[in-house]
């Protein structure tokens, strides 16, 4: 029994040297080694000295790989003449389409910035009719073999204001214009060249947009991006309604160069008038983005309060 309790005095006695041990190493070493251990990303850093946030100077190109929605009429000023053409299901286009897009940005001062951005997409496609088609002057008969185009480029530009700026986040609005450059056809494939006749119709809409933006630090590498946009109005010829919108999620991957991944939407419905025909374009594109982002220049200067 007296060995019994001699051992558990001994046992005692090692457990309390062993916490007071244990109890001596400071509280600041143990943080920094947490810290130490922290993945890089979300160890302490300054928002405001990023390689890749807030930087003077932005350019970013990339791939779009966009689902489309195409609607156009091309008829008579009467309206006696022209139908509805739904150019996948009727012409037979690639819905699932790749193009290249293209931006750059200047950040004029802490709140203000400037941004110009540039889209191309051009398809084709070929298919025997299943009805018949009134487009431009002519009539398309069913079963008759039609190849048929779209070109499509759209110029962006914007001034942009933070309302709120700071090192982490910033909200603002924006103010610009889609100007779009659309040309459209059609030509019936016959046996000869007598048979052969083709219709096209092109047109400029520059169509004024206003929207809200935000652009957040996630942590030392990550960054998001959005902004949405909308309007309507009738210039001289030209009635237009623009929609559009992007979410993009940013990681650095060195120094001054990161790689973004988002999703991008734009629906542009525009009635055209010109001289002898009438023109109807609604198209709509929205799908996934893969761009490649480079910051340079100084730092504008953020402030914390």
Same mark, same amino acid.
């Given at each position: 029994m007296k060995k019994l309790f001699y051992f558990l005095i001994v046992s005692l006695s090692f457990s309390t040297?062993?916490?007071q041990t244990t109890a001596e190493?400071? &509280? @600041?070493?143990?943080?920094?080694?947490?810290?130490?251990?922290?993945? @890089?990303?979300?160890?302490?850093?300054?928002?405001?000295?990023?390689?890749?946030?807030g930087r003077r100077f932005k350019v970013t190109a990339g791939a779009f790989f966009p689902t489309n929605n195409t609607q156009v009429e091309v008829g008579s000023n009467n309206g006696d003449f022209g139908n509805m053409i739904d150019f996948e299901k009727d012409l037979g286009f690639n819905k699932n389409t790749t193009s290249f897009a293209g931006a750059f940005e200047w950040r004029i001062s802490r709140r203000?910035?400037?941004?110009?951005?540039?889209?191309y997409l051009k398809r084709t496609a070929s298919k025997t009719l299943q009805k018949e088609i009134e487009f431009g002057d002519h009539t398309y008969p069913v079963n008759a073999t039609v190849s048929a185009f %779209?070109?499509?480029? *759209?110029?962006?530009?914007?001034?942009?204001? +933070?309302? &709120?700026?700071?090192?982490?986040?910033?909200?603002g609005a924006l103010i610009g214009a889609? *100007? %779009?450059?659309?040309? &459209?056809? %059609?030509?019936? @494939?016959?046996?000869?060249?007598? *048979? @052969?006749?083709?219709?096209?119709?092109?047109f400029t809409a520059p169509?004024?947009?206003i929207g809200l933006w935000t652009e957040i630090v996630l942590a030392k590498k990550w960054g998001l991006y959005a902004n949405a946009n909308y309007f309507a109005i009738k210039i001289d010829n030209i009635d237009g309604r623009i929609l559009s919108y992007n979410l993009s999620v940013l990681y650095n991957v060195y120094k001054n160069f990161s790689l973004t991944a988002g999703y991008t939407g734009l629906n542009i419905r525009v009635d055209a008038e010109?001289?002898?025909?009438?023109?109807?374009?609604?198209?709509?594109?929205?799908?996934?983005?893969?761009?490649?982002?480079? +910051? !340079?220049?100084?730092? &504008?200067? !953020?402030y914390k309060h």
């Open positions: 040297i062993q916490a190493i400071p &509280v @600041e070493n143990s943080l920094s080694t947490l810290q130490n251990n922290a993945p @890089e990303d979300f160890q302490d850093y300054d928002a405001a000295d990023l390689p890749w946030h203000s910035r400037l941004g110009a951005e540039y889209f %779209m070109d499509n480029q *759209i110029y962006r530009i914007t001034y942009g204001y +933070a309302f &709120v700026s700071k090192p982490k986040y910033e909200i889609h *100007i %779009m450059l659309a040309d &459209v056809g %059609m030509k019936l @494939e016959g046996v000869t060249a007598e *048979i @052969e006749y083709r219709d096209d119709f092109d169509l004024p947009d010109k001289e002898r025909l009438n023109g109807y374009f609604k198209w709509g594109y929205n799908g996934p983005t893969i761009t490649a982002t480079y +910051a !340079f220049g100084n730092h &504008v200067k !953020f």
